[in-house]
């Protein structure tokens, strides 16, 4: 009878405990809960911590309160002025109304895919309103806060509010930025074939400026070094005609000397008459043959 009663007590102790264990349920800090009973809201716990329930009878849902994130996949998007957009978004939101959502949306999946929807509808309402270059950079900033907004109206019947919706990447399309590409590069080698010719040109009329230049300078310096050479020839001859008339004999002299160091410079061989006037000074120093005496 004690085994019996020990096993009785074992067994009402451990129904006791699963009891009390089924009771009570832990609400974490990045968690939110909804405590259900029959499908009916009994209590919604927002602050972490030790929460007590009737077991068996209430049910807990626990929906995460922490900012999500929703990333749109690539699409691609017409603008206003018929440029074919591929746009790149993402959003990120909370649940701030838990009974809401769940009434609505239940899963997190769920309200993943709906607000796909939303956001990729109004991307293509507002980035298909707009022109692309106000997409890409002047109204850029404008665009998305209207985009969050109209995202947003939709969210909050569901119990979601949109913290951010930013368009990350809005490019042309691969073929169409090859394109882009090939037109900029046409464009940049016109300009620098227009530069290389205006580069040119300038060369030529530095090259012709010089080549006129040298040929002045030139010329300058000709009629210069002629005046010079003029000028230094009628000194030279003005000193031979003062040497002269000072002292005709050695200028005659100075002179016979100058030929035939000339004379004998690379050929000597002359065809001349021994007797001949070019020879005085080899025949007589003085340059004239010695005066007779007289009487004989």
Do not use: H, W
Not at 56 to 62: K, M, N, P, S
Not at 80 to 105: C, E, G, H, M, T
Not at 110 to 132: H, K, M, W
Not at 212 to 224: G, P, T
């Amino acid at each position: 009878m004690k085994g019996l009663a020990g096993g009785i007590a074992a067994i009402l102790l451990a129904v006791a405990a699963y009891i009390g264990f089924s009771s009570v349920f832990t609400v974490s800090q990045t968690d939110q809960a909804l405590v259900l009973r029959f499908g009916q809201l009994i209590k919604i716990v927002q602050e972490p911590g030790l929460n007590f329930k009737l077991p068996f009878i209430d049910t807990v849902v626990r929906i995460d309160k922490r900012i999500l994130a929703l990333d749109l996949a690539e699409k691609e998007v017409v603008a206003a002025d018929q440029k074919r957009l591929i746009v790149d978004a993402f959003a990120r939101y909370r649940i701030i109304n838990p009974l809401l959502f769940y009434q609505s949306l239940k899963t997190v999946e769920i309200a993943n895919n709906q607000l796909d929807n939303f956001l990729e509808s109004a991307l293509r309402n507002y980035v298909g309103a707009s022109t692309f270059q106000n997409v890409v950079r002047d109204r850029r900033s404008e665009l998305m806060a209207q985009i969050k907004e109209e995202v947003n109206q939709k969210a909050k019947e569901r119990g979601i509010e949109i913290v951010d919706v930013r368009i990350r990447r809005a490019d042309l399309p691969d073929a169409n930025s090859q394109a882009v590409y090939t037109r900029m590069q046409t464009a940049l080698q016109r300009e620098a074939a227009e530069f290389r010719a205006q580069g040119q040109e300038a060369a030529q009329r530095i090259r012709a400026k010089a080549d006129r230049d040298v040929v002045v300078i030139l010329a300058e310096a000709n009629r210069d070094a002629e005046r010079v050479r003029g000028e230094g020839d009628g000194t030279r001859n003005g000193i031979f005609a003062e040497a002269y008339s000072q002292d005709k004999d050695f200028f005659s002299f100075y002179r016979s000397m100058q030929a035939y160091e000339q004379s004998l410079v690379g050929d000597t061989r002359l065809v001349l008459s021994p007797d001949s006037e070019f020879f005085r000074y080899f025949r007589f120093p003085s340059g004239a043959p010695p005066a007779k005496a007289s009487g004989q």
